[in-house]
């Protein structure tokens, strides 16, 4: 069974700094890239990260670069999204997510998020003051 648990979730003040974790397992972890997806209250899904399968590649949509950062660790099958200068609009429910379509990250896939084949159960995170 296929499973992807997210962790690290919850309440910061602005500014400050989470970290997320996804725990994978029942596939194939270190042959696919994987992925950060957020949605916010009232809104859809929108890509935040990206690592290639070899961690040699890491992707941050233009909204979080500088303050987000992605990682893995292959032996631990467990992938890392770094939160740092967090704002309010950061606010959302935070999955990990695989895009099982390809072995490779693929760029325009970014804007198909919803058709990843594996995804977690999402973890709450909120900005607020």
């Known amino acids: 069974e296929v499973q992807l648990v997210e962790s690290g979730g919850g309440l910061v003040q602005p500014g400050g700094s989470l970290r997320l974790s996804c725990a994978a397992s029942?596939?194939?972890?270190?042959?696919?890239?994987m992925t950060w997806v957020r949605q916010a209250p009232g809104k859809g899904l929108e890509w935040v990260s990206a690592?290639?399968?070899?961690?040699?590649?890491?992707y941050v949509a233009e909204s979080m670069k500088g303050r987000f950062t992605i990682s893995r660790d292959d032996a631990k099958s467990m992938v890392v999204l770094q939160m740092n200068s967090l704002k309010p609009e950061d606010t959302a429910v935070y999955y990990c997510?695989?895009?099982?379509?390809?072995?490779?990250?693929?760029?325009?896939?970014?804007?198909?998020?919803?058709?990843?084949?594996?995804w977690g159960q999402g973890t709450q995170v909120t900005v607020s003051s």
């Open positions: 997510a695989c895009d099982t379509a390809s072995y490779t990250f693929t760029q325009w896939r970014t804007s198909r998020v919803s058709t990843y084949g594996y």
């Open positions: 029942g596939f194939a972890f270190n042959r696919y890239p």
């Open positions: 690592i290639t399968r070899d961690g040699g590649g890491t």
